[in-house]
């Protein structure tokens, strides 16, 4: 963890989903298609809080979490920024695996995109989704984030040198069996763990949740270039949004979930199956 909070310090997390907006799109969409009209929700890993100022400025009551503490007080200089800090029912320094700080079934929604990446041992995954389970009410629904492995597989294929240790046909090799991944060069991507696509519903379902959806947040975007990115931009206001809708379309097509970056997995907690 002291790894994660070292890494996170530094890195522009707000930053990224300007720069990557799809993913950020294209979950909007689903979370606003899936959410309760109204209540609390919990943005859980929420680093900067892009999602629950969105959440905030809905009119939903919004409490938030992170492990790095800089995130959160960013979170908090961006509420006050954005002037929704009253929809806001607190910040939060928390673990994922230990939401000890609220009481059970206290939440209407709960959002998870982020942790899931970083707990490489299946007890802490395990203890994050406990924990998740036992805030959301009843029926409530969850939005978790995951990566699929076979992209990452893809990626350090077609750029060996930037994955390293996945340099070489050995490494990727275990990894694709572990799903384990600890970047060897300093300052990059900390340990992660990716799942394989076809295990998401199962471990979901087997912690009491009823599956609703699983979206391939970024699908077949991912595999555009900036120059292909440009093409289309370049083609006028029409097209290009006629190119986000296609997107939006097609990222509950399960054939492209494995090249998407991130997914997402969309469910209600299902008390009769615990």
Known sequence: MSTIKEYYSMFDEWGRLDREPLEFQVNWHYIQ??????????????????YAMKLAQQ??????????PRLVEMAQDKANELG???????FHVADARDLSVFHDEQFDASLVLGPMYHLQEEQDRNKAMQELYRVTKNDGTVFVAFMPRIKHV??????????RPNDNMESIQQFLHTGKFNH???GRFTGAYYFNVEDIKPFMESH???????????NIGSLLSKEQWAYWQNRGDDEFNQLLNLLLET?????????SSHLLYIGKKNPLSI
């Open 184 to 186: 060897s060069d300093e």
């Open 33 to 50: 298609k899936y959410l309760p009209i109204a209540g609390k929700v919990l943005d859980n890993g929420a680093g900067p809080g892009k």
């Open 59 to 68: 009119g939903y009551d919004v409490t938030l979490t992170d492990l790095v």
């Open 208 to 218: 009491g949740f009823k599956t609703m959806d699983l979206i391939g947040s970024s």
């Open 84 to 90: 929704v800090s009253k929809q806001f029912e607190g």
């Open 251 to 259: 990222a509950t097509d399960p054939t492209v979930l494995g090249i």
């Open 154 to 163: 893809l990626s350090s294929l077609l750029s060996p040198g930037n994955w």
